[in-house]
Structures are given as structure tokens and as C-alpha cells.
């Protein structure tokens, strides 16, 4: 018998129709004799209006409280679904965190899991139940409600896998999987069949938001096969998220990703001397924005030019600090760009193939594009262009690499 579990977001379990469409999909799969575990998210939009209650009588919620509010939305679903699957006859039993023994630390809002207690879990599949989990919340060891963080009810799905060792975990949403690019954007843009984790991890990071950045490092630690499908559509379909496999590192590139939500913030005129670099960022990270690229110019006079990126909620934190740093180490000025585009390429075939950012540059220069800013990593090259190029090279890095024609384009490897 498989132990697989399952997970519905906000959009899947989002009206009553919807949890019975749900309630229906998990009759047919405890049909083929599988041993079920079923985490769910608020119903859509639910978090956001407890959130939005909780702003109307104050200024500055408690976090506490936060935790004590937000966590009712997973409470919801977790009940209603329990309750169809009854209805229909299926045995289920409904679980929330503090039951499943999920703890956490104590950082209400953004709190990470230490261990979940299987006991309960594991008596209650053996009695042939359906297992409804809310997903979403944990308990402190004061035994405190926390939750996990936006997006993260994939987290305590993966979790979840791994603490039961679950022969999968699939993530049901309202995208029939992981894809070379947005569709939105990429018409051409097709559903990948596999995905190493480490890819996914890179995409997840850029900005597609298929799947919460830290459920896919759990499932990378644990060795959780992912499955992310669609909860409308009745067909196979999905995309896999495992460990790397020989034939991944034949595609050079498995999708582009755009990033729209960045800024750009440039020191001019800074003196060239030891320190420096760490005078600026010093201030930048103890107030917990995190800096994506940083560019040092070279200098002839002995001084420098210093451009980083940071995400377009920080821009206005981050200046205040610059600009305090630029006038105490008598930097000439401080510019700023309030938005700017990251494209980046993604793909493990780029540690075994040459020439993939030559190319990648290639394409941008024959479209006209200017690149800004550059880096990369082992299987990623990210580079910052004007925002208003954004899509323009989002498509044509897809049409090079990953567009019909591009199958037999490889560079001199
Ligand atoms: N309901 C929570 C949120 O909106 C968790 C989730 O949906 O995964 O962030
Ligand atoms: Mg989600």
C-alpha cells in the first residue's frame, strides 16, 4: 500500500463546489488503495481578509495574535473537507497542528518546524481513515499557535511526506504544473514533464510561484518526490520534482524566469579602500533586506561606482540607509531606478555545457536589449535589464533556447 499526500491551495478548496470537486478527487485516489493524507490551505482570499481585520483595530497586531487569527482559515477548510469526505462515507478524521504535534519555534508569522509527533497520524491512517491535516499553522513549545508564513501550507504538506516517509506528495493548484516560463507572457511556454530539485529551487527563488521556496528545500533534504498538478483538470498531466537524472543535463536551459519586483540603487564617486563594501551592507542586512546582485565598478581615480539590487518593497528602506552611509563615508551621490527587470535562465545542463551565457547575451544584443547587471550561479544567469524589456526578453531567451526550433542550437561545448 502507497502513503502519498496530498495538498489543495487557497484556489482549489476556494468555494463549497470547489472542497466537493476535492472531496471527490481524493474518493477516487483512496479508491486505488492508497493510504491519504490531505493538507489544506485557507479557502482564497481568506488569509488575506483575516489579515486585512486584524489591520482595521490596529496599527501594529501582535504577532501573537496574528498567529492566533490567521491560523482559523486552515481550520476551516480542514473541517468543511473532513466533512464532505464523511458525507460521501469516507472515514476522516480532521487534524490541526497543536494535535499533530507540529512544533515550531516561536517566530509567530514566519516560524520554522523543529519535529512533528506521527503517532496520531500513523493510528488513524492505520484505522483506514482519510487524514485531514490544516496546513499553514504550528505550535510553539509554550504551546503558542504560530504560522509558517505566507504560501506555506506546501511546507507542512512536504513536511508532512517526509516525517511519515510518504511514497509522494502531491501539490494540487490551479496550474496543471511547472512550466518553461509564465504563459502569460511566453505563449509558447510548455509544461515540463521533470525537474531536479535544485532547478526548482532557482525557479521558486526567481519568482515562479508554483511552489513555496522552503517546501522545496525540505523535499531536497528529504528526498520528497514532488508532484505538482492541477486540481481542475481530470488528466495525468503534472510536473515531477525529484533528484537530478542523467538525461536533465541534455537541456541546457528548463525555463526562463522574470522578475518585475526589483530596484536598483547605485552609489557613485565611492572611495576605493578596504572596508567599505562592508560599511554599506552592514546596516542593509541588520535591517533584514536582503541584497540580490551587487556591481563594483573598477576606478581609474581611485574611486568607485557601487550598484546592488534589492526588492522593490525594501527601496525605500534601503535608500534611507545608503543615503546616511553615501554622506558619512563622502560618497559623491546616491541614484536609484525604483524598477528594474530580472531575467534569468535556469538549467543543471549549464554545468556540463559551455558557451550558455555567451548566448544568452547573444540574444539580448540582437534584440536591442541592454544588459545592466550580471550574475550567475552553477545551473542560473540572471541579468538585470530595463523593466520595460522585461517580457520582450523573457520571450526571446525562451525562442533561443527552449522555442521549437531551438532543440538542436547548443553552443561549442
Ligand atoms: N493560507 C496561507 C496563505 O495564504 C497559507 C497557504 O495558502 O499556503 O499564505
Ligand atoms: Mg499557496
Redesign the pocket.
Known amino acids: 500500500m502507497r502513503l502519498v499526500v496530498h495538498k489543495y491551495?487557497?484556489t482549489s478548496v476556494g468555494s463549497i463546489e470547489r472542497i466537493k470537486a476535492v472531496a471527490e478527487r481524493v474518493r477516487h485516489a483512496r479508491a486505488l488503495g492508497d493510504q491519504l493524507v490531505v493538507v489544506v490551505?485557507a479557502m482564497a482570499g481568506e488569509t488575506n481578509r483575516l489579515f486585512a481585520l486584524a489591520e482595521q483595530l490596529s496599527d501594529v497586531p501582535h504577532p501573537r495574535e496574528t498567529d492566533v487569527l490567521v491560523a482559523t482559515g486552515e481550520q476551516v477548510s480542514a473541517a468543511l473537507l473532513a466533512i464532505r469526505l464523511q458525507a460521501l462515507g469516507m472515514p476522516t478524521v480532521s487534524f490541526l497542528a497543536h494535535q499533530l504535534k507540529i512544533v515550531t519555534d516561536s517566530r509567530h508569522g514566519g516560524a520554522r518546524i523543529r519535529s512533528i509527533d506521527c503517532s496520531r497520524l500513523r493510528s488513524a491512517l492505520d484505522e483506514g481513515n482519510i487524514a485531514v491535516v490544516a496546513g499553514y499553522q504550528g505550535v510553539d513549545p509554550e504551546g503558542d499557535i504560530t504560522t509558517l508564513g505566507r504560501?506555506a501550507?506546501?511546507l507542512t504538506a512536504v513536511a508532512v511526506a517526509a516525517a511519515l516517509k510518504a511514497d509522494a506528495c502531491e501539490i494540487y493548484t490551479d496550474v496543471d504544473g511547472v512550466y518553461t516560463a509564465d504563459p502569460n507572457i511566453c505563449p509558447e511556454a510548455r509544461r515540463l514533464e521533470r525537474i531536479s530539485y535544485d532547478e526548482m529551487l532557482e525557479m521558486a527563488g526567481l519568482g515562479a510561484k508554483v511552489l513555496?521556496l522552503r517546501s522545496v528545500e525540505l523535499a531536497r533534504r528529504f528526498n520528497v518526490p514532488l508532484l505538482v498538478r492541477s486540481s481542475f483538470t481530470n488528466g495525468e498531466g503534472g510536473t515531477w520534482v525529484g533528484q537530478e537524472e542523467k538525461a536533465m543535463e541534455d537541456v541546457l536551459v528548463s525555463g526562463v524566469t522574470l522578475d518585475q519586483n526589483q530596484s536598483k540603487i547605485t552609489l557613485t564617486g565611492v572611495a576605493d579602500r578596504a572596508g567599505l563594501a562592508a560599511r554599506i551592507f552592514g546596516p542593509i542586512a541588520d535591517a533584514g533586506i536582503v541584497v540580490d546582485m551587487i556591481i563594483q565598478n573598477a576606478s581609474a581615480d581611485g574611486r568607485t561606482d557601487l550598484t546592488f539590487t534589492a526588492a522593490r518593497g525594501d527601496l525605500r528602506r534601503a535608500l534611507e540607509l545608503v543615503r546616511i552611509v553615501a554622506a558619512e563615508i563622502g560618497a559623491a551621490g546616491v541614484r536609484h531606478e525604483e524598477q528594474v527587470a530580472k531575467v534569468s535562465i535556469v538549467g543543471v545542463g549549464m554545468r556540463t555545457h559551455a558557451g550558455v551565457a555567451a548566448k544568452m547575451f547573444a540574444v539580448l544584443a540582437a534584440e536591442g536589449i541592454n544588459i545592466e547587471m550580471i550574475a550567475t550561479s552553477e545551473i542560473k544567469v540572471s541579468v538585470v535589464v530595463n523593466s520595460k524589456y522585461g517580457e520582450l526578453a523573457m520571450r526571446a531567451l525562451h525562442d533561443a533556447f527552449l522555442g521549437r526550433e531551438a532543440g538542436a542550437a547548443k553552443p561549442d561545448a
Open positions: 491551495g487557497g490551505s504560501g501550507s506546501d513555496q
